[in-house]
């Protein structure tokens, strides 16, 4: 996770992500880079055509000169250096003037090793969904979700929710370099979010394998949805990091997520890393 990718904008997650995006540079000496992103055009709702080109001219200008300022004062605070030729180091670099959209955001990703979004919510101060979306199904690569705050430490005891299926196969490559650094990794069986594969333990197995101190749990069904069961699970034994994939239940857009996917969106307090 050489390359970090922090797309920035105004929003009240903003901060908890670049503290996120640096201890995840901390841990792998890694370059971060960061760019101002906007709704894409079709999300603007305007009466007068007219209007909207001022309206997304204006925002974009302004837009760029905080989300700059946000990034370089909080990169400068911390003593964090500039980039410099050559292989990454622990380092930042703002290359990008003008505001890219979602679409942009979801291109350009494929070029680094990691995204590092702020967690949806539906108030305006809240990060926005369409990046997640964009990041996560259009880049091909991983994506750190950060809550409002975050613990000291990212990957220390990490929860992998294991579901059986391609997507959190995937998910699983991706966080290898930082599964293998951490002292504690649980692999999670909810009962009832199953897919038909291998087993938590089987899965675990192949960590281990891999240099990961990993063990398998079954978490029983009860009362409580698969995506409240993980959160409370990964509460209970004290994680930090959550490693979970995210997987269509359908071809339409708007029914991108499923269901444990969708409340764990909506509710985890702790850092997720995405991936599909």
Known sequence: MKTILIPTEDHDAMPAVLQAARL????????????????????????????????????????????????????????????????????????????????????YGRVFDLIVLGRPGREPENPRMPPLESALFESGKPVLIVPRTVPKAIGRNVLVSWNGSTEQAHTNAFALPLLRLAEKVTVLAAEGAMSPGPTAEQAALHLRRNGVNATAATAPAGARSPGETILDQAASLGCDLLVKSAYTQSRLRQMIFGGATRHILANAELPVLMAH
Request: aromatic fraction near 12%; proline fraction near 6%; hydrophobic fraction near 40%.
């Open 24 to 107: 995840m540079a901390r841990t792998f000496d890694s370059y971060m880079e960061g760019f101002a992103i906007r709704p894409a055009a079709g999300a603007y709702v305007t009466v007068e055509p007219v209007s909207s080109l001022a309206i997304s001219s204006e925002f974009d200008e302004e837009a760029a000169k905080q989300s700059r300022a946000l990034f370089e004062s909080t990169m400068e605070k911390h003593a964090v250096p500039r980039a410099q030729a050559g292989p990454a180091t622990y380092s930042w670099a703002w290359p990008r003037t003008e505001v890219g959209d979602d679409t942009y955001l979801g291109s």
